[in-house]
C-alpha cells in the first residue's frame, strides 16, 4: 500500500524559510514515474495546486510560488521536497503531498505550515 507521509511544517516568522519533504513508501522502483505535487488548503479555502514534478523533472509551480518556492525530488530517497522562501502570512495552510501515477492518485495525511509573527 503506497504511503505519503510529509514533514518539515511548523511555525515560521514573515520573509522565514522552510522546507517540507514527502516520502514515499510501499512504492517499490516506481517512486521515479510518479508525478509529484505539492497543494495546499487554507482555512475556508479550496485546495490549491503550489507545485508540481514529473517524472522527467520537469516543474510546475503556481503565480502566488514563482520565484520563492523549488520543488524537487530525490528518487533513490523516494521524497520529493518543496523549499519555501519568502514566506509571508498569506502561505499559511496545510500542505499536502500528491503521488500521481496512470489513474492512481496518493495523498499524505498534511502538515501544517503557519506564518506569522
Known amino acids: 500500500q503506497v504511503q505519503l507521509v510529509e514533514s518539515g511544517g511548523g511555525l515560521v516568522q514573515p520573509g522565514g524559510s522552510l522546507r517540507l519533504s514527502c516520502a514515499a513508501s510501499?512504492?517499490?522502483?516506481?517512486?521515479?514515474?510518479?508525478?509529484m505535487g505539492w497543494y495546499r488548503q487554507a482555512p475556508g479555502k479550496q485546495r490549491e495546486l503550489v507545485a508540481a514534478?514529473?517524472?522527467?523533472?520537469?516543474?510546475n509551480i503556481a503565480d502566488s510560488a514563482k520565484g520563492r518556492f523549488t520543488i524537487s525530488r530525490d528518487n533513490a530517497k523516494n521524497t520529493v521536497y518543496l523549499q519555501m522562501n519568502s514566506l509571508n502570512p498569506e502561505d499559511t495552510a496545510v500542505y499536502y503531498c500528491?503521488?500521481?501515477?496512470?489513474?492512481?492518485?496518493?495523498w499524505g495525511q498534511g502538515t501544517q505550515v503557519t506564518v506569522s509573527s
Open positions: 500528491k503521488g500521481t501515477y496512470s489513474r492512481f492518485d496518493y
Open positions: 510501499g512504492i517499490g522502483d516506481f517512486f521515479s514515474f510518479y508525478t
Open positions: 514534478i514529473n517524472s522527467a523533472s520537469s516543474t
